[in-house]
């Protein structure tokens, strides 16, 4: 498809909490900085009975309650906000469509449509937009998650959306791809000669990768209930972090190339038979107790009721392929957890032969560790002497070799992640979206586990709020002689 701007965005889902909170910040954002092509109408919609003085007024509110203090100019908000328009819609009626039409008006300088939206109404808005031709070749359209809470429903979603929209025109959203240290991931292993020799199953040991937060249900029950940590964080963003880690070097930075690597690691994902489920996953569930302080609810009681959704998961997984042969990836990610955390840790293979055993010197294999947030950093555990006469014995600790992009890069402003990809998406730029067979392989892998669970009848183990998750997660990785990178 060629790549070029459009002169309007049309956000579904306008007055929701990703759109206060994220979406509407980001646009401004892009705009502030004179990002935005200079024409772009941006139409908001939603079932809320705005019109566009109203919609005005309510993101002026959320602009200030949700941007960065030093990020808010009076001039610049102001200027926004004459970009924005609002028709009221309920996708789920058909009548809806002919008003939104009018209101977008002439679309042949290219539009971008964002479904911010329950899936549930995917189909209908898709039929819908189809009915007053806001689906042509000038048309793009973004999806958020979740897209789908299985195989099967993935596919239907997909049908759905390719029915008007083909895949050159289909934005999935995964909003860690839009996070700068995520894409960083590329720079370190493939702007690097020296990590990529040894990025494999005879350099590796193991690596790690933890999506710890603090928060718990955050009025998100309807949705997160019958999601679980698996659906919610493991499908989508775990599993591209896995991708980016595995893949083998791109030939170029671009939409084919890189997303075909990253489809090619999740279908060498080696799928959990029923029998090892019990072995290889951990699943939990807060209890009250204190995070940061504080003391919170467990998830029941928040919920209102009792459930069997899982907060907290830990998979051991294997890429089967030559490259990561034997390589454990251990992943886990929960919410109420002790600190909130996003990390990748590479712990690489111990020295063949250690010179150091007969003058007492003990030597820890290296880790790279890439965090992710809140701070980013990389950071390389590496051997050092002690300074000392070594009198009595060679003393050797590990230490940090520190990159800090925190600090290194102090001067420029660290973007939301979707700024980045609002306007790859106004742009017409996929290669930070999810292509399908992505999401195919991703269900498909998360669907086996999903299916041992319920052959082994495996419900969530309690962990108190404020920790690292059941005690099981621990003995995930000890069992192989492992110890979870936790501080
Ligand atoms: C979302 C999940 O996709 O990612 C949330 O639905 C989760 O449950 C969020 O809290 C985490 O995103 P981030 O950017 O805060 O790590």
Redesign the pocket.
């Given at each position: 498809m060629k790549r070029s701007p459009v002169s309007k965005l049309l956000l579904f889902g306008a007055t929701g909490d990703l759109a206060q909170r994220m979406l509407l910040p980001s646009l401004y954002g892009l705009h502030a900085d004179g990002l935005l092509p200079a024409d772009l109408a941006i139409f908001g919609s939603a079932r809320a009975d705005h019109d566009d003085a109203h919609f005005r007024t309510f993101v002026g509110k959320a602009l200030d309650e949700f941007l960065a203090a030093d990020r808010k100019d009076k001039a610049q908000i102001a200027s926004f906000l004459e970009r924005l328009y609002f028709q009221p819609a309920d996708l789920s009626d058909p009548a809806s469509f002919k008003p939104l039409a009018d209101k977008v008006g002439d679309i042949s300088g290219g539009l971008a449509i964002y479904l911010s939206t329950a899936p549930s109404l995917f189909e209908s808005a898709v039929e819908g937009l189809r009915s007053v031709e806001l689906t042509g070749e000038t048309v793009r359209i973004a999806l958020e998650?979740p897209l789908g809470y299985d195989l099967a429903s993935s596919r239907e979603i997909n049908d759905t959306v390719a029915r008007a929209f083909p895949e050159e025109r289909t934005f999935r959203i995964d909003?860690?791809l839009g996070k700068e240290t995520v894409q960083n991931i590329l720079a370190l292993r493939f702007g690097n000669s020296f990590f990529e020799p040894v990025w494999n199953a005879q350099g590796i040991d193991n690596i790690q990768i933890t999506?710890a937060?603090t928060?718990g249900l955050e009025d998100r029950a309807g949705y997160?209930d019958g999601a679980g940590a698996l659906r919610?964080?493991v499908a989508?963003?775990i599993l591209q972090l896995v991708a980016l880690i595995a893949m083998e070097p791109p030939a170029r930075y671009d939409m084919t190339d890189v997303r075909d690597e990253k489809a090619k690691v999740f279908r060498s994902l080696r799928l959990i038979a029923p029998e090892c489920a019990t072995r290889d996953t951990v699943i939990g569930q807060y209890n009250g107790g204190a995070v940061k302080g504080e003391i919170v609810k467990g998830y029941d009681e928040e919920l209102g009721r009792d459930s069997n959704t899982e907060t907290f998961v830990a998979v051991k997984a294997h890429v089967d392929n030559w490259r990561w042969q034997g390589v454990p990836f251990y992943l886990r990610t929960g919410k109420r957890m002790a600190v909130r955390r996003?990390e990748i840790a590479i712990q690489f293979k111990p020295v063949p032969h250690s010179m150091f055993s007969g003058r007492g010197g003990i030597l820890q294999p290296n880790t790279l560790v890439i965090r992710l947030?809140p701070e980013e950093y990389i950071q390389m555990l590496v051997m050092a002497k002690e300074p000392g006469l070594d009198r009595e014995g060679v003393r050797l600790r590990e230490v940090p070799l520190n990159l800090s992009m925190d600090a290194e890069f102090a001067g420029t402003r660290r973007r939301i992640?979707y700024e980045r990809l609002l306007l790859d998406l106004i742009e017409g730029d996929q290669t930070l979206f999810v292509r399908r067979d992505e999401v195919e392989a991703q269900w498909t892998w998360i669907d086996a586990i999903r299916a041992g669970w319920a052959a082994n009848d495996m419900k969530p183990k309690h962990y108190a709020s404020g920790t690292w998750g059941p005690a099981a997660s621990i003995a995930l990785t000890e069992r192989d002689g492992v110890t979870w990178q936790d501080d």
């Open positions: 998650k909003h860690y999506v937060e928060v997160y919610d964080m989508n963003h996003s947030q992640a």
